[in-house]
C-alpha cells in the first residue's frame, strides 16, 4: 500500500500544474478525451472515440487494418491537405499512446457529475435571494443542464461560473490521476 501511495504522488509531480489547467480545459470542450502517461508525465489531449469515428478513424486496429488501407489510398487520392493533416496528427498522438506501458484515460465528466458542479456552484457562489430561486428551479426542471446555462451566462456571475468549473475540473482531473492503480 505504501509503494502505492508513492507512485501516485510521483504521478502528480511529473505533471506540470499548466498541464493539469489545460486537460481541464478541454474536458470542458464536449469531443475530448486525456491521456496521462504515469511513467512519464506525458499528456496527450484527444478527441473521444465516437467524434474520431466520423473520420473514419479508429483504435481497433486489427479489425480495421485492411479497411484501413483501402480507405488511406482512397483518402490520399482525394483528401485535401488539412484532411490529411489531421488524420496523420490522430495517427501518430494514437502510436505514442500506444508506445506507452501504461496510460491513464480521463474522460469529461458524466452527467451526474457535471450536474453537482453546477450544484455546488449555486450552493457555494450564488447568494441567498432571487437568483439562487432560479437556479434551483432550473436544475429541477427538465433539460437543466440549458435553463442553468442560460440563467447564468446572463447574470452577473458568469465570470466567477467560468473560474468555478475550471477549479472544479481541475480537482476531477487529479482525482482521476490519484485514483489510478499501477499494475506493479
Excluded at 14 to 20: L, N, S, T
Excluded at 39 to 61: C, H, K, P, Q, R
Aim: glycine share 2%.
Amino acid at each position: 500500500m505504501q509503494k502505492d501511495i508513492k507512485f501516485k504522488e510521483d504521478i502528480l509531480s511529473k505533471i506540470p500544474d499548466e498541464k493539469i489547467r489545460e486537460m481541464a480545459e478541454y474536458l470542458s470542450m464536449q469531443y475530448n478525451v486525456c491521456y496521462v502517461n504515469p511513467d512519464t508525465g506525458e499528456v496527450e489531449i484527444m478527441f473521444t472515440n465516437d467524434y474520431l469515428a466520423d473520420y473514419g478513424i479508429s483504435w481497433d486496429y486489427e479489425e480495421e487494418e485492411e479497411k484501413e488501407k483501402e480507405k488511406e489510398k482512397e483518402d490520399d487520392e482525394n483528401a485535401q491537405g488539412w484532411q490529411q493533416d489531421f488524420h496523420d496528427d490522430i495517427k501518430a498522438q494514437m502510436a505514442r499512446i500506444d508506445s506507452w506501458r501504461h496510460f491513464i484515460r480521463i474522460e469529461k465528466p458524466d452527467s451526474h457529475e457535471s450536474f453537482a458542479i453546477m450544484e455546488n456552484f449555486v450552493d457555494e457562489i450564488i447568494p441567498e435571494g432571487k437568483l439562487k430561486k432560479q437556479f434551483y428551479d432550473a436544475l429541477s426542471r427538465k433539460h437543466p443542464f440549458s435553463n442553468f446555462n442560460y440563467i447564468v451566462h446572463n447574470c452577473k456571475y458568469r465570470d466567477e461560473w467560468f473560474k468555478f468549473r475550471q477549479n472544479a475540473l481541475e480537482e476531477y482531473v487529479k482525482n482521476h490521476i490519484e485514483r489510478y492503480k499501477p499494475f506493479l
